[in-house]
């Protein structure tokens, strides 16, 4: 196992995509196998230093940003163990990258839907942080692809734990009512009754330290139909979604749920992922794609898996629905090759990169925000989101994932006073979307950042519950130290 405390080596593990700064730590483990891992909690434990997993830190809430004791990264750990065809299983250790796997996953004629954007995090990273991303408005979150995981706990105890196991009973769970929301990621996971597995899904590295993580997979699909299209109209917009939306069959419902609908429609309307791009997103994308149409409301990207069988049907399918819905079908874009979906991903693409460009020469930090409201307040929410915006003359875009009622907002300051107006618009949509029955972060995590916001969605009670069930895992609460509860919980008798 290496081991580095030389200051200098230990600077790329200081910090994440998040740019948090002031990280710094004493110590680098970088081991090989998960019993040096338990060897080195056991260690800390016994000495109470505090220790941070690092996965491949494109976090973006400062969750793998050390500050003090050891830093654990899982580089080592890489290893795909199996891909079976046949009971649609893998078997991967923590450090895996996620377009690795992927790849690996395409080449057997299988298909694993969690995709976060970002292919360069771990596998490990996705299921501490229950990462999601477009496609989850169909599939779910990673959450809903982990059938087992071997964990070791803060005291070097190593636990082997299947989905379907449920809970010690006698373990005291936070008694907060997740928000009615399609996608949330704040907090620690409750439900009743509820598998042990849940628990560590989405902990952010507080509890234990994944070490080996099955996941299930589906059958490739056959081919996929997507499309770009535009809309003059914000209401026409919001009414074709609501009309997806209804038609779709959401979340957990396979390839297969194609082909035996209890509808008379042979081959209905299911969108996997549903995706805006508001009037200002468009015009960034411009800069890339200049045959982008520049005067409209905002624009959906959608895609659906096909058949063979399926695709011309589902093509007049979608066209009708949107000519009812009096999109721009002139200017619209659609697809069923390979190559044009790749053009519509980097259409995509060029979203954050023009955003990212525009940051670095403004010389500030980009603002985003992160939170879902359940579906009846969407609406509302998102003129919130746009009258605010307008009002304070900051630029912005807006854009995301539509179908599960959750956007991001970047708000992209030129100068310092508007970052300070910035962040307290922040606050404002933070405070809005909990007054609405929403949550503070959908889909990035709590981490470091975000803490606060999480005290503002639970409350004082809440937030000593969650605590009282990290002491129960980690006693000396020497794990993930600073992420998502504050230590003043953490030290509260
Ligand atoms: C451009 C960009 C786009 C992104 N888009 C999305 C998106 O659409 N959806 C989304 O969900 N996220 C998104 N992210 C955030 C990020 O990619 C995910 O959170 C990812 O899951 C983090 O994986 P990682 O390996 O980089 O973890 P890290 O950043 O290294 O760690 C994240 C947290 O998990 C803990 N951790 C890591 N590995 C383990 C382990 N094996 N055991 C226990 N704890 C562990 C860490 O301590 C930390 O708290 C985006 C990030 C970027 C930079």
Redesign the pocket.
């Known amino acids: 196992m290496l081991t580095k405390s030389d200051t200098d080596e230990l600077v790329p593990y200081l910090t994440?995509?998040s740019n948090m700064p002031g990280g710094h730590a004493e110590k680098l483990f970088i081991p090989e196998n998960e019993s040096e891992i338990a060897e080195i909690l056991r260690d800390a434990n016994d000495k109470k230093i505090s220790v941070?997993?690092?996965?491949?830190?494109?976090?973006?809430v400062g969750?793998?940003v050390p500050f003090g004791g050891w830093v654990i990264s899982?580089e080592k750990l890489n290893k795909i163990k199996s891909i079976d065809e046949q009971s649609l299983r893998a078997v991967v250790e923590?450090?895996v990258i996620l377009g690795d796997f992927q790849k690996a996953v395409e080449a057997e004629g299988l298909f694993y839907p969690p995709d976060?954007?970002?292919w360069?995090?771990?596998i490990?990273?996705?299921?501490?942080?229950?990462?999601?991303?477009?496609r989850s408005f169909k599939y779910g979150?990673t959450r809903e692809f982990v059938e087992r995981l071997r964990i070791v706990l803060p005291n070097g105890e190593v636990r082997h734990i299947k989905r379907g196991e449920q809970l010690d009973a006698g373990l005291k769970m936070p008694t907060y009512e997740r928000p009615n929301v399609r996608k949330n990621?704040s907090g620690f996971f409750n439900d009743e009754p509820m598998d042990e597995i849940d628990l560590f899904i989405g902990?952010?590295?507080?509890l234990?330290?994944?070490?080996e993580i099955e996941l299930s997979l589906l059958p490739k699909p056959e081919g996929f139909f997507s499309g770009i299209v535009f809309f003059a109209d914000n209401e026409d917009l919001l009414n074709f979604v609501d009309a997806v939306k209804s038609a779709s069959f959401g979340t957990r419902t396979f390839v297969s749920a194609n082909l035996n609908a209890d509808t008379n429609v042979r081959f209905p309307i299911d969108a996997s992922l549903i995706e805006y791009f508001d009037a200002n997103a468009l015009k960034f994308i411009s800069e890339k794609f200049p045959e982008t149409p520049s005067v409209m409301a905002g624009a959906i990207f959608f895609e659906q898996e096909t058949t063979n069988e399926s695709e011309d049907a589902l093509l007049e399918a979608w066209n009708n629905l949107l000519e009812k819905h009096n999109a721009d079908l002139d200017a619209s874009w659609f697809t069923t090759t390979e190559q044009d979906r790749e053009k519509m991903r980097a259409f995509r693409h060029a979203l954050?990169v023009s955003v990212n460009e525009r940051v670095v020469r403004n010389k500030q930090k980009k603002i985003g925000t992160d939170m879902a409201v359940p579906d009846e307040a969407f609406p509302g929410f998102l003129k919130f989101y746009k009258n605010t915006l307008d009002a304070s003359g900051i630029e912005y875009v807006i854009f995301g994932h539509i179908g599960d009622c959750h956007l991001h907002a970047n708000l992209l300051p030129k100068d310092d006073a508007e970052a300070v107006r910035a962040r307290h618009l922040y606050g404002r949509f933070v405070a809005q979307s909990i007054m609405l029955g929403g949550t503070v972060s959908a889909?990035?995590?709590i981490?470091k950042l975000k803490s606060k916001y999480l005290y503002v969605m639970m409350g004082e009670r809440y937030m000593n519950e969650m605590a009282e069930l990290k002491r129960a895992f980690d006693p000396n609460g020497i794990l993930?130290r600073g992420?998502m509860i504050d230590e003043k919980f953490l030290t509260a008798s």
């Open positions: 994440d995509a941070t997993v690092s996965g491949a830190r494109t976090g973006t969750g793998a899982l923590p450090g976060p954007t970002e360069s995090c771990q490990g990273g996705t299921v501490a942080t229950n990462a999601s991303g477009a979150a990621v902990s952010e590295g507080t234990g330290i994944v070490t954050p889909e990035h995590g981490g993930g992420n």
